[in-house]
């Protein structure tokens, strides 16, 4: 083995921090793709710089363009977060019959991911999170992943996935469903105390824990959907039945 490359979900720092201690000749590469683009590799953070600079998906690979925009494609300053457009030859054409989405993906040749990420001073890039996955409670934006990276740090996770749950007042709070390691059991105290230590804004603190394994497909990929589909939806149908009796 000579060469490792990580990609398909946001990887967290400490796994990539084990990876050089446990193999420290092997080198080690994070990349990020989409369907959409040709798959993995548009961007990578060579071996080199996983270190120097944690969390970041690198710069992009050979022959790719990538840029972070706002709502209206300008161009976003460093250290500001936006939506992630990639323009190269390995993009796909179209979507097979599908003009109107094709349309709304691909703009002047720029292929809108819907990622949200942002650039440092130095060109490389920060993936932040999906802009479906992103959380707004009571105003303020939460991005699953850092949450999901903090609480996989905890000693006894084995897993943790992070999702929008529906609340009446603040629109939406945060759930963590938390895989922990076989044969050890957690409290919601020691999930708000570590977040806590961990220097974690208080309004990102998960207000709604569950405790059971966290689903990912073959890819590894966490299944959010799934995770809607089991918990947000059968609590938004409750809170519209709430509301219909009291108007």
């Given at each position: 083995?000579?060469?490792?490359?990580?990609?398909?979900?946001?990887?967290?720092?400490?796994?990539?921090?084990?990876?050089?201690?446990?193999?420290?000749?092997?080198?080690?590469?994070?990349?990020?793709?989409?369907?959409?683009?040709?798959?993995?590799?548009?961007?990578?953070?060579?071996?080199?710089?996983?270190?120097?600079?944690?969390?970041?998906?690198?710069?992009?690979?050979?022959?790719?363009?990538?840029?972070?925009?706002?709502?209206?494609?300008?161009?976003?300053?460093?250290?500001?977060?936006?939506?992630?457009?990639?323009?190269?030859?390995?993009?796909?054409?179209?979507?097979?019959?599908?003009?109107?989405?094709?349309?709304?993906?691909?703009?002047?040749?720029?292929?809108?991911?819907?990622?949200?990420?942002?650039?440092?001073?130095?060109?490389?890039?920060?993936?932040?999170?999906?802009?479906?996955?992103?959380?707004i409670r009571g105003g303020e934006n939460?991005?699953?992943?850092?949450?999901?990276?903090?609480?996989?740090?905890?000693?006894?996770?084995?897993?943790?996935?992070?999702?929008?749950?529906?609340?009446?007042?603040?629109?939406?709070?945060?759930?963590?469903?938390?895989?922990?390691?076989?044969?050890?059991?957690?409290?919601?105290?020691?999930?708000?105390?570590?977040?806590?230590?961990?220097?974690?804004?208080?309004?990102?603190?998960?207000?709604?824990?569950?405790?059971?394994?966290?689903?990912?497909?073959?890819?590894?990929?966490?299944?959010?959907?799934?995770?809607?589909?089991?918990?947000?939806?059968?609590?938004?149908?409750?809170?519209?039945?709430?509301?219909?009796?009291?108007?």
């Amino acid at each position: 083995m000579r060469h490792i490359e990580i990609g398909a979900q946001p990887v967290p720092f400490i796994l990539f921090k084990d990876s050089k201690e446990i193999f420290p000749n092997l080198s080690i590469g994070n990349i990020y793709g989409i369907t959409e683009g040709g798959g993995g590799g548009v961007t990578n953070c060579y071996d080199e710089d996983i270190l120097d600079k944690p969390g970041s998906i690198g710069k992009a690979t050979a022959f790719m363009e990538v840029k972070v925009v706002d709502a209206k494609d300008n161009e976003m300053p460093h250290g500001k977060i936006g939506e992630l457009l990639l323009k190269g030859p390995r993009i796909m054409k179209e979507y097979a019959f599908n003009p109107e989405l094709t349309g709304k993906t691909i703009r002047d040749g720029w292929l809108a991911t819907g990622d949200l990420a942002y650039v440092d001073d130095e060109g490389y890039i920060f993936f932040t999170d999906r802009a479906k996955d992103l959380i707004i409670r009571g105003g303020e934006n939460i991005y699953p992943v850092e949450v999901e990276d903090v609480l996989r740090k905890h000693p006894k996770v084995q897993d943790a996935a992070v999702i929008g749950y529906p609340h009446p007042r603040l629109v939406e709070i945060v759930m963590a469903v938390i895989q922990t390691k076989e044969g050890v059991m957690m409290t919601d105290e020691e999930v708000i105390d570590y977040c806590k230590a961990l220097g974690l804004a208080k309004f990102k603190w998960p207000e709604m824990i569950v405790y059971t394994k966290v689903p990912r497909n073959p890819a590894g990929k966490i299944e959010k959907p799934k995770l809607r589909d089991m918990y947000v939806k059968p609590a938004k149908e409750a809170m519209e039945r709430e509301f219909r009796k009291q108007s």
